[in-house]
């Protein structure tokens, strides 16, 4: 009978580095390491609510444990259905552009969250349109560290009270695109980052501002933007 070894993989502490391995800057590919982090449950965690709360994850009462298979299975069934989970379209019309919708722009300033020493000189706005064909949200950086994956969300709280958690168009719905917007990228060559996300609905006035950072450094939040 052959033996069959089971690999168990521990869930990083917070603020650990996910190791994505080998780098590979095309869209799909910084849309499937994103949908991984998000399957895991830890970018959610990461970026909702700035408040306090030390305590541990009940265990799952069923017992059953996440393996590198299992790890595996979700890089492979179907890229997880990523063309649905929409991660922003760069070749979309900015919402800036947007015909007959309301406008509302920030200007990004840097978090104290932020990772220490490369974002010192990280600027950038965020545009996000509400029109009649639903939500529009483009981002613009500069400054950012060439080659690396950034992920960017809509907030509910200012950013002066750190955004509080992920703007939900359904507030008992789902942690994931469409119901809420996310926006994956990777930073080009000279340190800069575009993105456009789409959604059919239309945003509440509760969606009042935007938060980026580095997509594997979950809890270092780099930038805010007021809308």
């Given amino acids: 009978m052959?033996?069959?070894?089971?690999?168990?993989?521990?869930?990083?502490?917070?603020?650990?580095?996910?190791?994505?391995?080998?780098?590979?800057n095309s869209p799909m590919q910084t849309k499937r390491i994103t949908a991984l982090v998000l399957a895991s449950g830890l970018l959610f965690a990461a970026c909702g609510s700035d408040s306090d709360d030390s305590s541990t994850a009940d265990a799952d009462p069923s017992g059953s444990e996440?393996?590198?298979?299992?790890?595996a299975d979700m890089d492979d069934s179907d890229d997880m259905d990523l063309d649905a989970m929409?991660?922003?379209?760069?070749?979309?019309?900015?919402?800036?552009?947007?015909?007959?919708?309301?406008?509302?722009?920030?200007?990004f300033a840097l978090l104290e969250t932020r990772p220490p020493d490369d974002y010192e000189d990280t600027a950038g706005s965020a545009d996000l349109a509400r029109s009649d064909a639903g939500t529009t949200v483009t981002i613009e950086l500069?400054?950012?560290v060439p080659g690396v994956d950034y992920i960017s969300h809509l907030h509910e709280a200012p950013c002066a009270d750190g955004g509080g958690d992920h703007y939900k168009f359904d507030p008992e719905g789902s942690d994931l695109p469409p119901n809420e917007v996310h926006l994956a990228f990777?930073?080009?060559?000279?340190?800069?980052?575009?993105?456009?996300?789409?959604?059919?609905?239309?945003?509440?006035?509760?969606?009042?501002?935007?938060?980026?950072?580095?997509?594997?450094?979950?809890?270092?939040?780099?930038?805010?933007?007021?809308?």
């Fill in 2 to 24: 052959t033996e069959v070894t089971t690999v168990l993989v521990p869930i990083p502490p917070r603020c650990a580095r996910i190791d994505t391995g080998s780098r590979d």
């Fill in 66 to 71: 996440t393996t590198m298979g299992d790890m």
């Fill in 86 to 107: 929409n991660m922003g379209d760069a070749t979309a019309t900015p919402a800036a552009q947007v015909e007959g919708a309301d406008l509302n722009s920030g200007t």
């Fill in 142 to 144: 500069t400054g950012l």
């Fill in 186 to 227: 990777t930073a080009d060559a000279d340190g800069g980052g575009f993105m456009t996300a789409e959604n059919d609905m239309i945003a509440g006035d509760d969606a009042v501002a935007i938060i980026v950072h580095p997509s594997d450094l979950l809890d270092n939040k780099i930038a805010c933007a007021d809308f």
